[in-house]
């Protein structure tokens, strides 16, 4: 079990990011600035908390472990005057600020961008909704679901003679905070330059999950054609799929570079494919896919997984398992790396979490504090302020914290 680093500091240590988001993907976007050294405030309501705290499993908070460690906890309640105070200190600190409530919703709470950069001229704010601060929704409810939906991706996603799929985790979301977090770096650079000032970033999760899905609109206006549902398969590739092998597991195939499929084909037994006419190149493999993808899962049914693993990696052929986070959790790749460590918890005794990516050789991020209990740094928070003892006892009484 590895230990929190307490006292790593990372390469974004000493910048402050207010988070008042909710749920994945502001979350998402406050880890990776967390991970490398950011001090992410969570702000959140009294008693309640970020809603990803419900998003339980067994009773555990799983996603709030994995998704706000190295963050800190200051519960306000942003609908007292007294509170309002202390999030204006607050903002005066910070060098970042995050939201994710409907397009609108911040200006009534008084705190539209305007407002915000008269407390802190250089504050970044980033604004993320789905889909987008201004347009025709700009006031629809926008959750990942629908953005991925909308977008495409499930039109694409699943087989043709099946409904569309959606991806079983929050992807537009997911994509939106990485996105926002770049973002988020090039907006401070520009505010650490000389006369530099703040800014806003519009992040919807429908711009970046559109921008993921390939040149989706040109490939239109160039054939009038729409992205059909393949399966595994993909129309620039073959072979490429995922087939089935003796004892019931699946292994993935990519063998579109000339050389590799070639060797494939060696490896196989099959030498003469390699110069029939339907499978001489890609473009070739392509159009005829259903019959070079029998072929192959023809072959793979005869064998079991691992030893189809083991023989085509003795031959340098590009094929991997399709495996389950139970199997991953073993295995000697992930252990290797240590792409998946186990920290301390109070509730699990440890909590497998994800380590930070991508890794920096010279300024490296860490792990440094788990996830924080609603309210937890209260105290700390507010008296870097200027609230003694006395003062935060009042803003209680008030119903500020």
């Known amino acids: 079990m590895k230990q929190y680093q307490t006292k790593a500091q990372g390469p974004l240590d000493g910048i402050r990011v207010i988070d008042m988001s909710r749920l994945i993907a502001g979350n998402m976007l406050s880890l ?81 961008p305007d407002a915000l950069h ?27 679901t629908l953005v991925e939906a909308m977008t495409g991706f499930a039109a694409m996603n699943g087989y043709g003679d099946r409904p569309p799929v959606l991806p079983p985790l929050a992807m537009a979301d997911m994509i939106a905070g990485i996105t926002g977090a770049f973002a988020a770096m090039v907006a401070l650079r520009e505010a650490e330059r000389d006369g530099g000032k703040g800014q806003v970033i519009d992040l919807p999760l429908f711009d970046p999950m559109l921008g ?7 490939d239109y206006k160039v054939t009038g054609d729409v992205t059909p549902r393949e399966g595994s398969a993909w129309q620039r590739s073959a072979p490429r799929n995922v087939y089935e092998t003796s004892d019931g597991g699946f292994v993935s195939l990519s063998a579109s570079m000339q050389g590799m499929c070639e060797q494939l084909f060696k490896a196989m ?18 159009q005829n896919r259903d019959e070079l993808d029998a072929i192959i899962q023809n072959w793979m049914r005869q064998r079991p997984r691992d030893e189809i693993l083991e023989f085509f ?32 918890d109070d509730e699990m005794e440890a909590v497998p979490m994800h380590a930070v990516t991508p890794r920096l050789s010279a300024t490296p991020g860490a792990i440094r504090s788990p996830a924080p209990k609603l309210g937890e740094h209260n105290a700390e928070l507010l008296k870097e302020l200027g609230y003694d003892a006395k003062a935060q006892a009042k803003l209680k009484d008030q119903g500020a914290i």
């Open 212 to 218: 993921i899905l390939g040149p989706q609109a040109a």
């Open 118 to 144: 008269k407390l802190n001229p250089k504050l970044i704010i980033i604004r993320v909704s789905g889909w987008g601060q201004d347009g025709p929704y700009r006031h629809k409810p926008g959750f990942g």
């Open 269 to 286: 037994g099959r030498e003469e494919l390699i110069h029939d006419m339907r499978f001489r190149t890609n473009s070739d493999r392509v």
């Open 32 to 112: 990776q600035l967390g991970d490398f050294g950011a001090e992410v405030i969570k702000i959140e309501t009294p008693g309640k908390g970020d809603d990803l705290r419900n998003w339980k499993t067994d009773g555990i908070e799983a996603f709030w472990k994995v998704y706000c460690r190295n963050k800190k906890s200051l519960a306000l309640n942003l609908r007292t005057d007294a509170a309002k105070e202390a999030f204006d200190r607050l903002v005066k600190t910070a060098h970042m600020l995050i939201e994710n409530f409907r397009p609108g919703t911040l200006e009534k709470m008084g705190y539209g």
């Open 313 to 344: 990696d003795k031959q340098g052929i590009t094929v991997g398992p399709v495996s389950d986070i139970a199997e991953l959790m073993d295995h000697p790749f992930i252990k290797g790396r240590g792409i998946i460590e186990e920290y301390p």
